[in-house]
DNA sequence: CGATACATTGAACAAATTCAAAGCTGGTGG
DNA sequence: CCACCAGCTTTGAATTTGTTCAATGTATCG
C-alpha cells in the first residue's frame, strides 16, 4: 500500500519497513455514525484516521453525549489508551464514511517505536492531544456557556455562520435554548447582529473577547 | 551533579552526556506557596520536580482557582507548553519547600531530543499527563458533585481520612458547604458513617461506586 | 400546501454556590 | 483547669446558571 508512505507519521520509514508495517496492520471502512470504539473497551489497534471525520465525546451520569473534539484526516486517534494500556477514555463515532488504519499495537512497539522518527512524530501527537484535552478543561469547565459562545464565535466564525443552532449547541456541550437565548441577549446588547442563517452583519470582537478572556 | 543521573529520564545518559545536561540545568529551591509559573506563561525551561509537591491549577472567571492535579516527584511537571510552543495552559504552586531542576528547553530539545531513551521516557510522561488530563474531564464534566466525592471516598480514604472538609473540596472542587451536605446525606441513606475526624466506622463502598460508575 | 425540522420563548426545575448564622473543637494563656 | 478564640463544620435560605418541558412560531422543501 501506497497509502502508508503518505501518513507523516510513517514518511521516513524505509520500503522495507513500510512492508513490514503492512504487514500488521489493515484498512477498515466505516460508514456514517458507525463506532469506531466505545469508552471502556480495551484498545487493541492503533487507529489512524485516513479519511472522513471523527467526533470524540464522554457519557455522562445523564445518559447525554459530551463532546469533546472533532478529529481530521491525517492523525492518530486515541493513543493514549494503546500507550497506557487502559481502557478507551471516550467513545469515538463516524461523522461521515470514514476510512481507518488499523495497526496491531503490540507489534508496533515491539517492532517500531525505537525508531526515532516515528518517537518524535509520536511525542508530537501526544502533545496535541493533550493541548486538546487542556482545551476542552478550558471550555467545560472555566468557562460560562454565555463564554463559550462568544468564543466560539470569535474564533470559528465560518463554522458559526454554516452550522445550525442545534449543531453549535451540541459542539458546545449547551442546549439549543440556551445558544438562543444568549444570542438575543447579544443582539440586545449590540454586541451582535445576525441575519437570517447566521450570517453576521455586526460585531464587536472587543466586546465578545472580553467575555471569555 | 550526580542528581540528574537519578532522574529517570536521564539514567541512560553517558557521563558526557550527564555533564552536558548539567551545563544548561539549574536546581531551583522554592519556598511554600511560591509559584513556579503562572498560566500565560511563556515556557523558558523544561522543569522537572525533583522534591516537594506541586498543585496545579486554573483560574476561572470568577478568580476561584480550579484543582488539576497535585504532582509529586520525580517527573516532568508542564512539558505540554514546552513541546507545543504555547503558554503554560495552568499555574504551579508549591505545596510545601520544592525543588526544581530546570532546562533551558531549547537547547534540550536540539541536543538531546534525537536520543531514543529520552524520547520514549517523554512519550511515557506525555501519555501519563493525557491520562491526567482525561480524568480531569470525566471529574469534572462527567460527575455531578455527590458522584466526585463518592469517588474520592472509594479511591482515596486514606487522603479522606487524614483531610479535612475544606481541603478535600477544594481538590475536588466544590465547596465544604457541598461537601458536608452530601456526606449528612450519605450518611442518612446508610451508606457511609464517619466518626469525627472523618474516620471511616462504615462504608457500603458497593453503593458508593455505584453513585459514580 | 402540508409536513417536518428547527428556532424561540416562557415557566418550572435542578444542582450547586453564596451568604449568613450558629455550633463544635482543640489549643492557649490566664 | 477552664474560658476563650480561631478555624472548621453544619444548616438554612436565597441566588445563580443552565436544563427541561411545553407551547408557539417560522422555515423550507418535496
Do not use: W
Request: aromatic share 10%; net charge neutral; hydrophobic share 40%.
Amino acid at each position: 500500500m501506497k497509502r502508508i508512505k503518505k501518513i507523516p507519521f510513517f514518511t521516513d520509514l524505509s520500503d522495507d519497513e513500510i512492508r513490514q508495517l503492512e504487514s500488521i496492520s489493515s484498512v477498515g471502512a466505516y460508514h456514517t455514525k458507525e463506532i469506531l470504539f466505545y469508552e471502556g473497551d480495551a484498545p487493541k489497534y492503533l487507529h489512524i484516521l485516513l479519511s472522513g471525520s471523527l467526533r470524540l465525546y464522554k457519557t455522562n451520569f445523564k445518559g447525554t453525549q459530551v463532546f469533546l473534539h472533532r478529529f481530521y484526516p491525517i492523525g492518530l486517534v486515541a493513543e493514549l489508551a494503546n500507550f497506557e494500556n487502559i481502557p478507551y477514555p471516550a467513545s469515538a463515532e463516524c461523522m461521515g464514511p470514514c476510512e481507518v488504519l488499523r495497526i496491531d499495537y503490540e507489534r508496533l512497539e515491539s517492532d517500531f517505536f525505537k525508531n526515532p522518527n516515528i518517537s518524535l512524530k509520536i511525542i508530537k501527537s501526544l502533545a496535541g492531544k493533550l493541548k486538546i484535552m487542556s482545551e476542552v478543561v478550558t471550555n467545560e469547565v472555566i468557562l460560562t456557556a454565555e463564554a463559550k459562545i462568544a468564543k466560539f464565535i470569535v474564533e470559528h466564525q465560518e463554522l458559526f455562520e454554516k452550522l445550525k443552532n442545534t449543531q453549535i449547541a451540541s459542539i458546545l456541550n449547551i442546549t439549543p435554548e440556551t445558544l438562543s437565548r444568549t444570542l438575543a441577549k447579544f443582539k440586545t446588547q449590540e454586541i451582535l447582529h445576525v441575519d437570517e442563517h447566521h450570517k453576521v452583519s455586526h460585531i464587536d470582537a472587543q466586546s465578545l473577547r472580553a467575555i471569555y478572556s
